[in-house]
């Protein structure tokens, strides 16, 4: 039985303790605002729980795929291939380096994309394949190298860079996916560069930012990509703040005119303290995921599969679809469940739906199982400030909603 008090679930707030408020103000009080000594440390420590070498952090994920897509030198003439069932940074950054965007539908049924589709979409002008490792849940990698593997004669380098990998290279949108597994791996050491997303809604939030990490195994030298990412973010400029602070030591070159995407102190203070209590949070959101699972699958209604025998999501988002109803009756529970103090979200509209990729050519109805996927897609509130009894009061109010629609 539902209860009669109504209670007020917002969607994703950020989980932010006294800890996180005290490191901040360390930050302030030190002198040190913007990138500096904590930035520094943060890469460290990121690098260091996800086992790779080096770390870069930036203002958002958004910053840190575009960067990596210019170290790459891909440009103009180029191809970029992403799902059409993603956020539109996925796609976004294509544009905004010149390169050609190509969306590949998902696979029937599925929130990744057609695998057999991706394989068809590679030509000789493809670089850079962006899967997305939606809601946390890391994509079929092994599947991904395979298809890249057999392409290998098609690619064409443009650089000594892109010389060394000699063929497509995967750069993967994990911004919902840090602290996520599959086969043994985590996510960050199966790609050649994953780029992570710290916004005020993400799992481990900095506010606003974001990481890259690249593989080890490479064949490039790491010390010199981390130093483009800090040419990249920071105009060009030969030496940050940090550095002109050695004692007269303030000449600096600008190598070329770059950008400016810098993560700062006291967006990293905040991150500090969340990777301190990252896996704590990890088992709450899999505490909760697991209730949601309990209730809803018997009913019949679908989630993304966040956890098996090899593979453990980060559980960002939980992703529900009501088999038989329409958008606009999922529309319709979307704003009953909000009456009832619920919010909840549709993760994603499919990216040919919206004007921009419109006027770019993109046709929703050549993508019809990303809009199949998001007719009847419900996102439920998924946090580590929910208790059971929220949780519980989520379940009990979609179930009554259910039967109104």
């Not at 999922?330 to 990729?357: D, Q, S, W």
Request: glycine share 6%.
């Amino acid at each position: 039985m539902i209860e009669t008090k109504l209670r007020n679930i917002p969607f994703s707030p950020p989980d932010i303790t006294e800890v996180e408020i005290e490191e901040v103000i360390k930050a302030m009080q030190s002198g040190w605002i913007t990138t500096g000594p904590k930035t520094k440390d943060f890469e460290k420590r990121i690098a260091d729980y996800v086992g790779v070498n080096k770390a870069v952090c930036l203002n958002s994920a958004t910053a840190a795929m575009e960067l990596t897509l210019r170290i790459l030198g891909i440009g103009p003439g180029d191809e970029v291939i992403t799902s059409a069932y993603t956020y539109t940074a996925s796609a976004s950054v294509i544009e905004h380096v010149g390169a050609k965007i190509v969306l590949v539908d998902t696979a029937p049924d599925s929130f990744e994309m057609d695998y057999s589709k991706l394989a068809d979409a590679i030509t000789e002008k493809t670089k850079v394949i962006i899967p997305v490792d939606l809601a946390g849940k890391m994509c079929d990698y092994d599947v991904i190298y395979k298809i890249v593997e057999s392409k290998r004669k098609l690619f064409k380098p443009k650089n000594d860079l892109q010389k060394l990998f000699n063929r497509v290279i995967v750069m993967t949108d994990a911004a919902h996916a840090f602290g996520a597994k599959r086969s043994g791996l985590n996510c960050g050491q199966v790609a050649d560069f994953t780029c992570y997303s710290f916004h005020a809604v993400k799992n481990l939030t900095t506010a606003e930012g974001g990481a890259v990490v690249w593989g080890s195994g490479l064949g490039v030298d790491g010390e010199w990509l981390y130093k483009q990412f800090m040419l990249y973010s920071l105009h060009g400029q030969s030496k940050d703040a940090l550095a002109k602070t050695q004692k007269g030591a303030w000449e600096y070159d600008i190598v070329y005119p770059a950008y400016k995407c810098n993560m700062t102190d006291i967006m990293a203070a905040i991150g500090l303290v969340q990777l301190n209590r990252y896996d704590a949070l990890l088992k709450r959101r899999k505490e909760i995921i697991e209730m949601y699972d309990q209730a809803f699958l018997p009913l019949g209604i679908q989630s993304l599969q966040h956890y098996g025998e090899d593979f453990a999501s980060s559980g960002h988002l939980y992703l529900t679809r009501i088999p038989g109803i329409s958008a606009e009756e999922r529309n319709e529970i979307i704003i009953k469940m909000a009456e009832a103090g619920v919010a909840c979200n549709v993760h994603y509209k499919p990216l040919p739906m919206f004007t921009a990729y419109k006027n770019l050519g993109f046709d929703i109805h050549d993508f019809p199982n990303a809009y199949n996927q998001y007719v009847n897609e419900v996102t439920l509130p998924l946090h580590t400030l929910l208790s059971d009894e929220d949780v519980t009061y989520v379940i009990e109010s979609l179930k009554r909603v259910m039967k109104e629609v």
